[in-house]
């Protein structure tokens, strides 16, 4: 969580946080972070995306690493993953925008006003049937190109970037202007450049800077190579709104306890029933995502009662003290 959006928050009750457990999110170790961090990884054009995690996990010598958004392995760029824990919070970069930077061949040569005119027309809502070999179902659907431009143009080559709805298939697209222009287009090359947030020009982490900052960090105990490539998973979640929660509801919250009134201190404002939010501690680590029961004013005007429901716990259970009690088991 940024301190913009600690700022921001509608405070409900107040409260201390004891510093002999957890850490504050931008000061943990490389160990922790690499239980709790995020990697915004340079995929190269060869491997799949499974292929690139396997070989990320034997890097940094982890059991559990996943990645946001699979890339087809001809294609490169920008793959969020998340190490250990992180993995689970990775499930709001799905739904964010994605952008791509695409090289394709027109199978003829249109004027700029028939080109500009299909542009326009793949620009918006549009409808796409997934291509033959995808992995999902192959019905025609609707998806949303927010921006589509031509950067260059080499007689039949055309250099485009197009920033879409996640789920939307490039190749696809210039099959469907082909098709439209008549004599067809293909697709050569493909560069995703954007995940939600994460752009490729904030600075992507290649697979070899990678192994080389943390073989300095394992033989030379420098970690300042290693620091800098791994962000705090909470990165990926400054997008959503967010709830602060009291010490002696963490532990409970991550042995599935859904979270009542009395254990929150802040929330985003504005906040509605339904809404998608990540929990934190005083601190500032994502606990959980949870959905909202209540909405702001709600929550304001309320003694007891669930106010979100738990979707999907980060945090391991233990690092923060048990301070709730179990029902006591019936007697015959």
């Known amino acids: 969580m940024t301190l913009q959006q600690l700022e921001n928050l509608v405070e409900i009750d107040q409260d201390i946080t004891d510093n002999a457990y957890g850490t504050n999110y931008d000061e943990r170790t490389i160990e922790q972070l690499l239980q709790y961090g995020l ?69 003829s040569l249109p004027s700029k006003e028939k080109l500009n005119e299909i542009i326009q027309m793949f620009t918006g809502e549009i409808f796409q049937k997934p291509p033959q070999r995808s992995a999902v179902v192959r019905q025609t659907r609707t998806r949303t190109i927010h921006e589509f431009e031509v950067i260059e143009q080499k007689e039949r080559l055309l250099l485009t970037r197009i920033l879409c709805e996640s789920g939307t298939y490039i190749r696809k697209l210039y099959y469907d202007m082909g098709e439209v222009l008549g004599p067809g287009a293909t697709m050569i090359e493909l560069r995703r450049t954007r995940v939600d947030q994460f752009r490729e020009s904030d ?23 290693l620091r800098s490539m791994i962000k705090p998973i909470e990165y990926a979640l400054s997008e959503i709104k967010s709830v602060v929660v009291r010490d002696s509801a963490v532990d409970a919250m991550c042995h599935g306890a859904q979270l009542a009134i009395p254990g929150i201190l802040q929330i985003s404002p504005n906040l509605k029933k339904g809404d998608i939010v990540a929990v934190y501690t005083q601190k ?49």
């Open 39 to 107: 990697i915004i990884l340079d995929k190269p054009p060869g491997p799949t995306s499974h292929e690139t995690v396997a070989w990320t996990k034997r890097l940094l010598k982890l059991p559990k690493i996943g990645h946001s958004g699979t890339l087809d392995p001809q294609v490169s760029g920008v793959l969020p993953l998340g190490l250990g824990e992180a993995t689970k919070a990775l499930g709001v970069l799905l739904y964010g925008p994605k952008e791509y930077h695409a090289l394709g061949r027109i199978h």
């Open 203 to 225: 600075g992507l982490v290649t697979l070899h800077e990678l192994a080389n900052a943390f073989s300095v960090w394992e033989e030379k105990k420098d970690e300042t190579k």
């Open 284 to 332: 500032g680590e994502v606990v959980a995502l949870a959905e909202s029961t209540m909405s702001e004013t709600e929550i304001k005007d309320a003694t007891k009662g669930y106010a979100f429901e738990t979707k999907r716990i980060i945090m391991a259970p233990d690092t923060y003290p048990r301070k709730w009690r179990t029902k006591p088991t019936p007697k015959d």
